[in-house]
């Protein structure tokens, strides 16, 4: 007879699946705090990114595949990349937010080939160069957009 109204199973062992289990948790756990943590095996996708970034910047060249301006479709097309890829940072008429007003005086210079270093290669606080991801050619474009709300 028992004592208390409580069942008491303290002599039921635990099933050796569940031990299995909890001791290849452990073991995993240890292995990937090993693995992925950068103070000890130096590993960070930071570095792998850069590495990716700098391999594509090699492929794709700096050099405005040609000039869009008066382009009317070319422009149209820049207005799309502008909508996908900058309004998030200059607002969707370009009036600047987190970045600079794209209408008024730049401080890097508003010529076409100003305006394509800027976008390809980026500007230090904040603007990301943009080149592997676009290219030169979708670049140009976003260019030529943008020559024409600097004329408006």
Not at 9 to 30: D, M, Q, T
Not at 40 to 50: A, C, L, M, Q, T
Not at 90 to 101: F, K, L, M, S, V
Request: hydrophobic letters at 40%; charged letters at 20%; aromatic letters at 12%.
């Amino acid at each position: 007879m028992n004592d208390t109204p409580e069942i008491q199973e303290g002599h039921n062992r635990i099933p050796k699946g569940w031990l299995v289990f909890f001791f290849a948790a452990i073991v995993f756990l240890i292995w990937y705090v090993v693995s992925y943590t950068p103070a000890i095996s130096g590993w960070s996708f930071y570095k792998k990114y850069e590495q990716e970034m700098a391999a594509a910047a090699k492929t794709e060249k700096a050099v405005p595949a040609s000039s869009y301006a008066g382009d009317e479709k070319a422009v149209s097309e820049g207005k799309e990349i502008y909508a996908t890829n900058c309004a998030a940072c200059h607002n969707a008429d370009a009036t600047g937010g987190i970045g600079p007003n794209l209408t008024a005086a730049l401080k890097y210079g508003a010529t076409e080939n100003d305006l394509f270093t800027s976008v390809s290669k980026g500007r230090p606080n904040g603007m990301p160069g943009f080149l592997p991801q676009l290219g030169s050619d979708r670049i140009s474009k976003l260019v030529a957009y943008l020559e024409t709300l600097r004329k408006k």
